[in-house]
């Protein structure tokens, strides 16, 4: 039972009311573990599982030091670093929320068409708190001398893990050299995994880093999990199945490609479905846009390559789709952490043929249970030929508005 507030914290008043005004009481178990310390100024080495609330548990402590520290506000004082431009406006509008009544400055910096943009809000700011950034493009603006982290304070890798599977920690560690040693700074460094790159990663930056480990890469207690089995050429069948299901709400289904992801959402649409889609084919602004609908329940069905979907974090998400069987466990994580965010409760089905039995095998083991067989195969003369699909009528879809 948790009979810890935020309050308990000591929080500065004006984050504890912003708590208040969206009705978070009472922290998670990585908020608990890890603020205190962080308070306090220590390293954290935090690992935590998919939407367990490691976000708080780093800006809370960042913002309140922010808010109370007898600094001049000219330069940056804290620096988040993300693997995404998805995860850098998501954690831009959460410090928005949190600082809803303070006044700070926070500045945006990722890859993508709006470089010149980004540049002009930095020159015109006349001081700047935090820095939000993926790594690429901030390390570009550290060498054209258009940000200065001389006198930053604060240092945060978020989904740390992610930024080594995408092959960003070695301009992590260029960053670095642009800023204060190590005993100068506070050093935060949180994923939802531990390899051995990231424990050494915290070695060197780390003076005498606190690892709070409230549980590894493993989806949350709250999902219900699920294996539609069906040959490779009945999926898409299963899948059209599945989205008839009254129980879904709002639902996420995943591909592996950017391929897949463009011709299963042509397919939906084909046959009626009113879908959004995000893959590395899209534009920037056709990725927001799409993502701006999902959100706003304008579209209730995304189709997302893995990719792209990194670090999309909406709440109301009630069910996952993999349209494969992720060979890496941690993607089956990321995937199935998408929903069930925050201890609500979520399900994540997975539409398996034969040949991804193995894959399927793998995420038993790593689960520690068999994964229910919602159903098995059936023999192919009950599946529909495609061609003589009927669409059915438009009230009878959920996904239309």
């Not at 945060?156 to 642009?178: C, P, Q, S």
């Not at 959100?295 to 209730?300: F, G, Q, R, T, Y």
């Not at 995420?363 to 030929?385: F, H, N, Q, S, Y």
């Amino acid at each position: 039972m948790n009979d810890v507030k935020f309050e308990d914290f000591k929080l500065d008043h004006r984050l504890i009311q912003a708590l208040e005004y969206h009705e978070i009481v009472e922290p998670t178990t990585i908020q608990r573990e890890a603020i205190p310390p962080a308070l306090e100024k220590a390293d954290i080495l935090g690992v935590a599982p998919t939407g367990s609330g490691k976000t708080f548990a780093f800006l809370l402590p960042s913002l309140h030091w922010l808010l109370n520290a007898q600094i001049p506000h000219n330069d940056p004082s804290v620096l988040i670093m993300v693997p995404t431009r998805e995860l850098v406006k998501q954690m831009a509008k959460v410090v928005k929320e949190l600082g809803r009544y303070t006044d700070f400055n926070t500045v945006s910096v990722f890859s993508g068409p709006r470089e010149g943009q980004q540049k002009r809000a930095i020159e015109a700011a006349e001081f700047i708190d935090v820095v939000i950034a993926t790594p690429g493009r901030l390390l570009n603006f550290l060498e054209e001398d258009i940000l200065d982290l001389s006198q930053l304070s604060i240092v945060i890798v978020d989904e740390v893990d992610t930024l080594l599977d995408m092959g960003f920690l070695g301009d992590v560690n260029k960053i670095l050299d642009y800023i204060p040693h190590k005993n100068a700074r506070q050093t935060m460094l949180f994923g939802a995994s531990l390899p051995k790159e990231v424990e050494g990663l915290a070695m060197a930056l780390q003076k005498r880093g606190k690892l709070v480990d409230v549980g590894r890469s493993t989806p949350p207690e709250t999902i219900t999990h699920g294996i539609f089995e069906a040959q490779e050429d009945e999926k898409y069948d299963v899948l059209l199945e599945l989205l008839h299901k009254e129980e879904i709400e709002k639902v996420i289904i995943f591909t592996q490609s950017k391929h897949e992801a463009r011709i299963t959402a042509r397919n939906l649409r084909r046959d009626g479905l009113d879908v959004e889609e995000i893959h590395a084919g899209l534009t920037q602004r056709q990725r927001n846009h799409a993502i701006a609908n999902f959100i706003s329940d304008e579209v209730l069905c995304l189709v997302a390559s893995d990719v792209a979907a990194r670090g999309l974090d909406i709440m109301d998400v009630s069910h996952i789709i993999s349209y494969d069987v992720p060979g890496d466990f941690n993607m089956y994580v990321h995937r199935a952490g998408r929903t069930g965010r925050a201890f609500r409760k979520g399900t994540s089905w997975i539409i398996a043929s034969p040949k991804e039995f193995g894959n399927l095998a793998n995420i038993d083991a790593k689960l520690g249970t068999k994964v229910p067989r919602l159903r098995t195969l059936r023999v192919k003369e009950k599946r529909i030929d495609p061609a003589k699909r009927q669409p059915p009528a438009q009230n009878s879809r959920k996904y239309r508005k």
